[in-house]
């Protein structure tokens, strides 16, 4: 079942919730030994372009989960929502292999994708304002670039410092006092920004951090570099033997 799913059943906004699940997961890893399955998924752009979004796909035991931070009504909509999901495969022919029920739960997410696009589309038309004017008024800096460099490089299972001189080597950030900041190439390509934080001094710093469409570009970039290296520790888009709902 993918977070976008659960957003739309719960009426949680999708970044919010992928927040949630990003500070649960580290508690997940701990004690199951993988990180969930992350994904990203491309939204059209009324440019007539496209843009790339993450979203996690998780298993039952994954959901319920993070159904433990919602509320009653939330959470036994998506338990009510997980034991259709069980009926439909219970009553499915005996014949189908796992990898079938596979193929047809990616085949359901792919034309639900593609039903999600086509209201976007004409959700977008009927907006009076732009994208990118409705997404400032409703988003935040701080809210949309979130992501450090310790995050994106534990995704490709290198170090901050070593994800900081593959980014300088590649143009994308230059150093900025004792920080860094994107280079004027990639400055308005909403990648990365630098934030303003409290510190225990009272006073107000700087830092770099990036949003969900600069991780995906990072990660593109990055395993172009080495794909030997960076294969195995890549996001995976399903991981072990988990059914995709």
């Known amino acids: 079942m993918s977070s976008r799913e659960i957003s739309e059943m719960t009426g949680k906004p999708h970044n919010d919730l992928m927040k949630s699940i990003r500070k649960m997961e580290a508690s997940w890893c701990k ?88 209201v976007e589309v004409q959700e977008k038309k009927l907006c009076q304002k732009s994208a990118k004017e409705s997404f400032a008024e409703h988003i935040t800096d701080e809210e949309k670039y979130i992501l450090t460099a310790t995050a994106i490089g534990s995704r490709l299972g290198i170090s901050a410092k070593e994800l900081n001189k593959q980014l300088l080597a590649m143009g994308i950030i230059r150093v900025l006092g004792d ?5 004027s190439k990639y400055a308005n390509s909403g990648y990365g920004k630098r934030i ?33 290296r960076y294969t195995t520790k890549s996001i995976p888009v399903t991981k072990g033997t988990n059914l995709i709902y």
């Open 31 to 118: 004690v199951r030994g993988g990180n969930f399955s992350l994904t990203y998924y491309e939204t059209s752009l009324p440019n007539g372009g496209t843009r790339k979004d993450p979203e996690y796909l998780l298993n039952k035991i994954e959901c319920l989960y993070i159904a433990t931070k919602f509320n009653d009504e939330a959470r036994a909509i998506l338990i009510n929502r997980w034991e259709e999901l069980e009926q439909q495969q219970a009553t499915a022919p005996n014949q189908l292999s796992r990898m079938d029920i596979l193929n047809l739960a990616m085949e359901a997410e792919k034309e639900n994708q593609q039903l999600r696009q086509v």
């Open 196 to 228: 303003a934080m409290d510190v225990r001094n009272a006073k107000t710093v700087e830092r770099l951090r990036f949003s969900y469409y600069g991780e995906a570009f990072i990660v593109d970039k990055i395993k172009g570099l080495d794909k030997t």
């Open 179 to 183: 920080d860094y900041s994107m280079t």
